[in-house]
Each structure stands twice: as C-alpha cells, then as structure tokens.
C-alpha cells in the first residue's frame, strides 16, 4: 500500500479488517465498518485513532432502506452509472453451470475475490 491507505471500506472486521486498519495512512486514514462477516467485530482502541489521527466509522443501510424514496433514488443513480460503463463489478471467476455446486463451496470457503459467475 506504500505509503498508506486513505480509505477502507470494511465488512469483513476480526483479522482482516484488523490489518487493514494496519495500512490506513496517518492523519488522513479513514475506516468504514459495515459489518463482520468474518465472524468477529473490528477491534480498535480509541488511543490507536489518536495517537495515528485517524477516523473510524460505522455504517448500516437499515435506516437508508427505511427512507424508500431516498434508497431508489441512490439505486437508480448507481445502475446509471453501471450502464455508462463508470462502474463494473470485479469478476474473479467462472464456472460452468453445471459447477454450481463447487462455485457456492468457493464463496463459502471464501476463497473468492469479487463476483463469482456462473456460465450456462
């Protein structure tokens, strides 16, 4: 990460989201926690932030699904910009259909990186 990370977008918490606080940039690192899907919380101590002068933050869609009008709104405008091409998922691997069963093992092991697609 050279010289440091500014932001870093965490759901995953425990180990990892652990060594991602590790790479965040002095001064201007910021972390986002959105969840733990890797089984445990992020844990950070609150003199760690100050003594590296750094954000942590949490965010949960539960209270933007609960303004309808306002979540289409930001939907529509991110498949806006999936259909201009500004933003594409990353697409780590193929399988073929008939796979479908090795494919889900993959993303449960998580041995996966970005979207897992199925070929018919």
């Known amino acids: 990460a050279g010289g440091g990370v500014d932001v870093v977008l965490d759901h995953i918490g425990g180990t990892l989201g652990r060594e991602a606080f590790g790479l965040l940039a002095s001064e201007t690192g910021r972390q986002v926690v959105f969840g733990f899907s890797g089984g445990a919380p992020l844990d950070v101590k609150p003199l760690?932030?100050?003594?590296?002068?750094?954000?942590?933050?949490?965010?949960?869609?539960r209270a933007l699904w609960?303004?309808?009008?306002?979540?289409?709104?930001?939907?529509?405008?991110?498949?806006?910009?999936?259909v201009e091409?500004?933003?594409?998922p990353v697409v780590g691997q193929t399988?073929?259909?008939e796979e479908a069963a090795a494919?889900?093992?993959?993303?449960?092991?998580r041995t996966t990186v970005g979207k897992t697609l199925l070929i018919p």
């Open 48 to 61: 760690e932030l100050l003594s590296r002068n750094l954000t942590l933050t949490g965010f949960s869609a």
């Open 66 to 82: 609960s303004r309808p009008d306002q979540a289409r709104e930001l939907v529509t405008g991110i498949l806006d910009l999936a």
């Open 103 to 109: 494919a889900h093992a993959a993303v449960e092991a």
């Open 95 to 97: 399988f073929p259909l």
């Open 85 to 88: 091409g500004a933003i594409r």
